[in-house]
Every structure is written in structure tokens, then in C-alpha cells.
């Protein structure tokens, strides 16, 4: 037939199927495409049951069932028992038959790989299930005895689960090292893997989507962590697709000191990012909050982000500045404090992004941004990440600055980096002149913009950071 | 209530499949049968035009894409054939074609894959529109 007619046309995207994450169902473009076949791969204990079984439970409804069979690798009682600790596992769906968890390992162990098919046939002539997860699937295929059994079988497997309205989930302990060899991915219409590297005291666990048939999914490494609700996933942060050119808002901010607006002409330009780099004690955290305190006043609420400082310390630090913490905050402060032990820039930057979402702000404070950098084995991906999150500032109109340690060690050339990305450099540093010491500031670069390019002296006060005239 | 002229199967109704998947036969045989239908079989469109025009469906099902003459044209065929042109067709495929079905004549178009409910909801949504259309008896 060729005389295909324009009404024809698909109009509607692919159904999908939701995780139970938003997060997820973002990076895969809206979740899984129904009737489609998934692979979920990783190594044990990398949540691969856990991902299968919130997506489950997060469909079971009173309409056709879902179905979990076990294999050969892990008794049904087991599966069961720890499925109980999530809080998505509900009770009346195992009892109304909404979920139902059954094993095929009897069938595989008289039969052999040749018992799948038989039994998921069966399955879907009984109860017409939904869902369909085989978990796992990997012991399957190390039952069978040979390469061509083994493809016989998926190409059973593959044609049944394709005639039939149902999305199936092979769940395996494989690895990237065998997708190429073995059949079951040839047939998959999705791949997730799911990763786990070490790094210092603890463990990152990553998320990536390495095939999704007819979606558009986010590709690259995904956080995640394993908490009570499952796996809560913070999507790689990416560039706006459309970046915005600050340039055409004419629209200055104040940076809260008066003398440093009249260096700059006018003070900061709206969305844009300006780096303040300077040596341990010279002025940068003052300055920072000072900009972002400086927003309160004038009806922009501000979020201040730091690695160092707990809320006791900060809270001290503002009071410093003649502001009183409480009605900081209730003047719009959002304060938020990582841990340098515990960071992980994924989880950071989705809460963040949440507040900002949540609260309309408009002036961030990162303090101090080679924290993020140390935090994290990759410094590439620290880089994209700073880059994208002041592309998705500017895109918001939301004016930030970030400070930088510039005697910190290690830094190497992610500094000249993050120079590179910022719309404006600012240096503060304390001089030392004979037995005199003075404080000094100097706006190194300041795009779009003219600028006083001499340094100049400022001091601290109780209200903060003052040009000396 | 079968056609006139069509083969009442142990007072069962009779449905055409004419599908070259053998799962999709085997699942649609199943479910159709399961909801009380004999089902007759042909794996492309000239057999199933020679079939229909023997035992007379009540139903036809068919793919488009089935070997020899296309579910498309054989709906064109059986809808042109006074003979025929009584027995429902329904065109399942998994091809996007829901205009060029009608354009065809058929009457009604579904999606693969196959969903049971959604395939023997249809299939009685059929007779039960037939029945409706045909003429009442004089008593």
C-alpha cells in the first residue's frame, strides 16, 4: 500500500508508561513506551529491582494486572519480604491481585529455557497482564545451553510480547561489556543502567539510558539515590535549549555597594553571572551575601548557597551585615547548606532549581564554587555543570555570583574555566603595603559593559563591604 | 444473530482472522473463542476473499499487511460483492491507516498490539450495529 493519506499519520505521541518518578519519566522523554521491551541492567545491588518495582506498583490499578516473575536467582518469599520497606509496596494491591509475584524457576528447571515461552503465553491467555518484569532474566539466559537456543527463544519471546498489548521489563545483572554479544539486547526496545562508582567515603550511583526506541530521552549520567520511596533521581543539568541573550535586557542590579554599581556603571547586568575570586579572609562571602541581601531590600528574593558556613555560622555572618536572619527570610532569604561531606552536585543542583521554581528568586549566591569541585571525581561534569547552571540563570533573569578561592590547590584549570563562563570577574584581595595592610577590589572583566579598571581600596563595616571614595 | 446467508457455527457466530503472526492468531483465536465466537483462519487476502465468500463471517479481521492481496483491497472486494458486502470488517493493524480503512469501506479500524477487551468490545460493537441496521421481521 502506498497511498498513505495524511489522517494516517500517527498524531499522538507513543503511550507511555510512568516510572512513579517524575524525574525519571523527564529523562526518558515521558516514561517507558508502552508495549515496548526493556532491559534493566546492573550490578546486584544496584536498584534495578527496586527501579521495577516502584514502576509497578506506581501503575497497578483495578484494570488488568501486573505481573513479577522471579527466576532462578532469588527465592519469591525474598523479592517479597524486602519489597515491605518501600513505602510505595501497598498491601491491598498484592491481595487484590492488582500485583501479583510468581516464579518461573520450577518451569526453567524442568524445562529449560524452553519453559518461558510456554508460561508467559499462558500468562497472557489467563490474566492479560499489563506489565510484565522477569527479574532475572540474566539467569535465564545462563540457563540455556547454547547461543542458538538461546536466540530461538527471544525471537519467541520478542514476537509474543509484541503481538500482545504489554510492556516488558528483562531485568539482568549485565554489564556494557555484553551488550554487543548477547541477543536480548537486540531485541530490547529500551536499555537503563544502572551504575554505582565509588568516591571518597561514599557512593555515587548513576543512571543512564543507553537506548529508548522512538523517544526522545536526556542522555549522560543520571544521579540517584535509594531512599524509602525508591529511586529518587536528579536529571543531569543541561543547557536551556534555547539560550537567552542577556544582552538585549538592559536592566542593571544593584551589587549592594554602592561604589562597586558606579565601577561597573550601573551595578550587574540582569541574568547575568559574576564570579568573585579572591584568597582566604579578603571579602568574597561578605560580598556575596551582601548582593544577595541587597535584593531583599528592593523585593527580590535571594538564595544563598554554601558548603562551608553551617546555619549557625551563616546566620552570624548576616546578623554581621545589619540584617536580622529572621526577617531576612521573611523578606524572601532562602538559605541552603550542603555538606562538603555529603555533597553530591546532582542532588544540589534539583534542589536548588526547586526553590528557585518554588520561590521566584532572583539573585543566587554560590559560595564558593571550588567546594562543588572537590566534591566530585569528574571535573568535566562539575564544568558542564557551572556552565549550564548560569545558561539557566540568564534564562531566568535571575543575577548570581560565585565565589572562588583562588589559593585553593587543585583547582588547576577548572579556574580559568569558570573565568571563562562568567559574564563578570571581580578580585577582591588584602594588600600589604610596607606594615599597612588594606583591602582592595578590581573588576577584571565585565562583558557588555564599561567599566573602572582601576583597583580600588574598600573596607568592612557593620553594614558590610564600603568603596573607600 | 448471524447474517443473512451466514454459516452459524454450533450457534456460535463465526469470525474471519486473517493474520500471518502466529502469535496474534493463536492470542486472537484464544480471546475470540473465549468470548464465545468459532473463528475461521487464512494467512493472506486471496484465500481469505475465497474463505468469506464459502463459509460467509459474520466478521472479517484482518491486517493489511497479509501476502497476495492486502487486508485494504480485500476489504474493498468483500464490501463491492453483494454476495459479501454484509459481513463486517474490521481492519486491525499495525499500521497507522484508520482513514485509509474507511476509505475502504471497512467498518471500523483498530491498532496492534492486541488488546482482548479492546478487540472483543469492537467485534460485538459490530454485530450489535449490524443488527440494528438490518430490517425488522413482519410478524
Known amino acids: 500500500m502506498s497511498d498513505e493519506q495524511p489522517g494516517d499519520r500517527r498524531a499522538a505521541a507513543l503511550p507511555r508508561l510512568s516510572t512513579g518518578s517524575r524525574e525519571l519519566d523527564e529523562i526518558l522523554g515521558g516514561g517507558f513506551p508502552t508495549n515496548s521491551i526493556n532491559i534493566i541492567m546492573g550490578e546486584p545491588g544496584s536498584g534495578k529491582t527496586i527501579l521495577a518495582e516502584r514502576l509497578m506498583f506506581a501503575n497497578a490499578g483495578d484494570d488488568r494486572p501486573i505481573l513479577f516473575f522471579t527466576t532462578l536467582s532469588e527465592p519469591l518469599a525474598k523479592v517479597v519480604r524486602y519489597l515491605q520497606e518501600f513505602e510505595f509496596f501497598q498491601e491491598a494491591k498484592l491481595v487484590s491481585g492488582a500485583v501479583i509475584y510468581d516464579s518461573l524457576g520450577e518451569d526453567l528447571a524442568t524445562e529449560g529455557v524452553k519453559g518461558l515461552v510456554p508460561r508467559l503465553k499462558e500468562a497472557i491467555k489467563t490474566l492479560s497482564p499489563k506489565i510484565i518484569v522477569i527479574d532475572s532474566f540474566k539467569a535465564i539466559h545462563d540457563l540455556s545451553s547454547s547461543v542458538p537456543e538461546m536466540r530461538r527463544m527471544l525471537y519467541e519471546v520478542a514476537g509474543l510480547m509484541t503481538a500482545y498489548d504489554t510492556t516488558v521489563f528483562l531485568v539482568g545483572e549485565y554489564d556494557e561489556q555484553m551488550i554487543p554479544s548477547l541477543p536480548e539486547f537486540a531485541v530490547a526496545d529500551g536499555i537503563v543502567e544502572l551504575a554505582r562508582r565509588k568516591q571518597g567515603t561514599r557512593d555515587e550511583r548513576y543512571l543512564r539510558v543507553l537506548k529508548l526506541r522512538g523517544s526522545h530521552y536526556q542522555e549522560g549520567l543520571h544521579a540517584f539515590r535509594i531512599n524509602a520511596r525508591g529511586l529518587e533521581v536528579y536529571p543531569r543539568l543541561t543547557s536551556p535549549e534555547v539560550p537567552t541573550d542577556y544582552s538585549n535586557d538592559r536592566r542593571r542590579v544593584s551589587t549592594g555597594v554602592t561604589g562597586l554599581d558606579q565601577m561597573l556603571r550601573g551595578g550587574f547586568w540582569v541574568g547575568s553571572s559574576t564570579l568573585i575570586q579572591g584568597s582566604t579572609g579578603s571579602g568574597k562571602t561578605t560580598l556575596a551575601l551582601q548582593f544577595v541581601l541587597d535584593g531583599l531590600t528592593r523585593g527580590e528574593p535571594g538564595l544563598y548557597l554554601n558548603f562551608q558556613e553551617n546555619p549557625t555560622q551563616l546566620a552570624r555572618s548576616i546578623e554581621g551585615l545589619g540584617m536580622n536572619v529572621d526577617e531576612a527570610k521573611a523578606r524572601g532569604l532562602h538559605l541552603m547548606y550542603a555538606s562538603p561531606v555529603e555533597l553530591q552536585i546532582d542532588s544540589i543542583l534539583v534542589k536548588l532549581f526547586g526553590i528557585i521554581k518554588e520561590r521566584g528568586i532572583k539573585r543566587v549566591a554560590v559560595d564558593a564554587v571550588g567546594d562543588l569541585v572537590h566534591a566530585s571525581s569528574d571535573l568535566p561534569r562539575v564544568l558542564g555543570y557551572l556552565y549550564a547552571l548560569s545558561q539557566h540563570f540568564s534564562a531566568r533573569k535571575i543575577a548570581s555570583v560565585m565565589t572562588l578561592e583562588t589559593s585553593d590547590v587543585g583547582l588547576g584549570p577548572i579556574a580559568g574555566h569558570v573565568s571563562a563562563m562568567s559574564d563578570a570577574i571581580l578580585r577582591v584581595a588584602v594588600e600589604r603595603v610596607h606594615d599597612r595592610s588594606r583591602r582592595v577590589l578590581q573588576v577584571i572583566k565585565a562583558r557588555g559593559t564599561e567599566h573602572d579598571l582601576d583597583v580600588r581600596e574598600f573596607v568592612i563595616t557593620g553594614k558590610g563591604l564600603d568603596m573607600v571614595p | ?139
Not at chain 2, 47 to 73: M, N, S
Not at chain 2, 95 to 116: E, T
Open chain 2, 1 to 139: 444473530m448471524a447474517a443473512e446467508g451466514s454459516r452459524d457455527v454450533g450457534g456460535r457466530l463465526l469470525v474471519l482472522v486473517v493474520e500471518r503472526d502466529p502469535h496474534i492468531r493463536e492470542l486472537e483465536a484464544h480471546f475470540l473463542e473465549l468470548a464465545g465466537f468459532a473463528i475461521e483462519f487464512a494467512a493472506d487476502g486471496k484465500a481469505a476473499l475465497e474463505l468469506a465468500r464459502k463459509v460467509l463471517p459474520d466478521v472479517i479481521i484482518t491486517e493489511i499487511l497479509v501476502p497476495k492481496l492486502d487486508g485494504l483491497a480485500l476489504c474493498r472486494q468483500i464490501k463491492s460483492d453483494p454476495v459479501t458486502s454484509g459481513i463486517s470488517v474490521l481492519i486491525f493493524s499495525i499500521l497507522a491507516a484508520s482513514a485509509r480503512a474507511k476509505d475502504a469501506g471497512a467498518d471500523a479500524f483498530l491498532s496492534k498490539p492486541l488488546a482482548d477487551h479492546r478487540l472483543v468490545d469492537t467485534v460485538q460493537t459490530l454485530l450489535e450495529q449490524r443488527r440494528r441496521s438490518e430490517p425488522k421481521e413482519h410478524t
